[in-house]
Nanobody, 120 residues
Framework: QVQLVESGGGMVQAGGSLRLSCAAS????????IGWYRQAPGKQREMVAT???????NYADSVKGRFTISRDNAKNTMYLQMNSLKPEDTAVYYC??????????????WGKGTLVTVSS
């Protein structure tokens, strides 16, 4: 059974930094696509950053140059380093692991989310 557990959220002032972690079990972050998404109050969930199985990295335009996605294969954990935070970054952040199922495509697993609040 695949489980993802996020940590690292909290409250920070604008301009500050936070690092989110997502520990995986039941599958590996090294062999699958990973990503961070967020959902602000009253808005739809949106992609923040992803690493494809090809190791291609993609960022939302709103976070380019401020956020960095990474993974530690030895710890089976993915990270999101967030710098120069803005009030509009306030949201619940979710990690996702897209586990390859061969010819059947992928199955997406989500963490329960961690709240990031940025005050002005």
């Amino acid at each position: 059974q695949v489980q993802l557990v996020e940590s690292g959220g909290g409250m920070v002032q604008a301009g500050g930094s936070l690092r989110l972690s997502c520990a995986a079990s039941g599958s590996t972050v090294s062999a699958n696509a990973i990503g961070w998404y967020r959902q602000a109050p009253g808005k739809q969930r949106e992609m923040v950053a992803t690493i494809a199985r090809s190791d291609t990295i993609n960022y939302a335009d709103s976070v380019k140059g401020r956020f960095t996605i990474s993974r530690d294969n030895a710890k089976n954990t993915m990270y999101l380093q967030m710098n120069s935070l803005k009030p509009e970054d306030t949201a619940v952040y979710y990690c996702k692991l897209a586990v390859l199922r061969g010819v059947f495509g992928t199955t997406d697993y989500w963490g329960k989310g961690t709240l990031v609040t940025v005050s002005s």
